[in-house]
């Protein structure tokens, strides 16, 4: 979600993503905005003044329809130092959090987490108020998208602790169809009529060579009438290892540009099977599952 108070990160690969958020990398992006924003206000101040040796920016109101460039000088400042608030999810509270927390997926509720997450609200509502007795319409909007934004990253932060806790073992598919590359498109519909997968693996021996979905295989037969799997399927995949995390699977998934299906393999041998269709179901019964597993502690 793109909100005003700041930008909308966007990761080439999963594995990109995972490294931005460990190390020295999350405190470079952390900085990459308000630096931004501050050299951007330098800027422009220096160029406006410069052309216009008379041009003043510390006529009051410092931010006014009335005078575009001024306030544009000032709301890059504004911005700049707004993000050296320790308010999450702003960059100095992302800092905060990594360096109190650690790791966001370990411990997203935890008592430091909650805390810290209380304090984002709190620094939240007092600018809202401040700009209530400054009468500056900026700062209650800025205060508003704060508090929202702390809602809304902190479910996602609590979200991800929970999948990271789960193993690809845990709810992959261990009972499924395949396709073989030289099946006709016939014989894989007259597989579609009989099983409820949206999505086939489709392979050549024990190697995973492929996959193909339903809608490709009926697409195809009305347009071009029959033919063969290998015609059709997808050579583009990623493969899972039993033990990945259902967290970083989940993320090559909304990085993977409509990849539905993540095979599990063990060496170059398919165990099983992860796919959009049935994660949700999967999550639910693993979570009935572990309610009877957990020792019951009232006895």
């Not at 405190?27 to 160029?47: K, R």
């Not at 990085?255 to 299906?261: E, K, S, Y």
């Not at 994660?279 to 006895?299: C, F, H, I, V, Y």
Request: hydrophobic share 45%; charged share 15%.
């Amino acid at each position: 979600m793109l909100l005003p108070i700041g930008g909308l990160f966007a990761y080439a690969t999963p594995e990109s993503q995972e490294l931005a958020n460990s190390g020295s990398a999350q405190y470079a992006l952390a900085a990459a905005g308000p630096l931004a924003n501050l050299l951007t206000a330098l800027f422009l101040a220096g160029m406006l003044t410069g052309v216009s040796g008379g041009y003043s920016l510390l006529v009051t109101p410092y931010v006014t329809p009335a005078a575009l460039l001024r306030s544009l000088v000032w709301l890059q400042a504004a911005l700049g130092v707004l993000h050296l608030l320790p308010a999450y999810p702003l960059d100095a509270g992302r800092l905060l959090r990594s360096a109190v927390v650690g790791t966001p997926g370990s411990a997203a509720t935890s008592p430091s987490a909650r805390a810290l997450i209380g304090l984002g609200q709190l620094v939240a509502l007092t600018v809202i108020f401040v700009g209530f007795f400054q009468h500056d319409p900026l700062l209650p909007a800025a205060g508003f998208f704060i508090f929202i934004g702390a809602q809304l990253e902190d479910q996602g932060v609590f979200f991800q602790s929970v999948v990271d806790t789960v193993q690809m073992r845990e709810v992959m598919l261990t009972d499924y169809a395949i396709l073989s590359p030289s099946d006709t498109l016939a014989d894989a519909l007259h597989r579609c009529v009989h099983s409820l997968q949206e999505d086939f693996p489709v392979v050549r021996g024990t190697q995973l060579v492929g996959i193909v979905n339903r809608q490709r295989i009926v697409e195809t037969l009305r347009i071009d009438g029959d033919g063969y799997i290998q015609g059709v399927m997808s050579r583009t995949f990623q493969v899972a290892k039993p033990e990945d995390t259902l967290g970083a699977i989940i993320r090559r998934i909304t990085a993977g540009r409509g990849l539905t299906l993540i095979p599990v393999a063990e060496g170059e041998r398919i165990v099983g099977m992860v796919s959009v269709q049935n994660l949700m179901t999967s999550m639910s019964l693993l979570a009935e599952q572990r309610k009877l597993d957990r020792p019951d502690t009232g006895n």
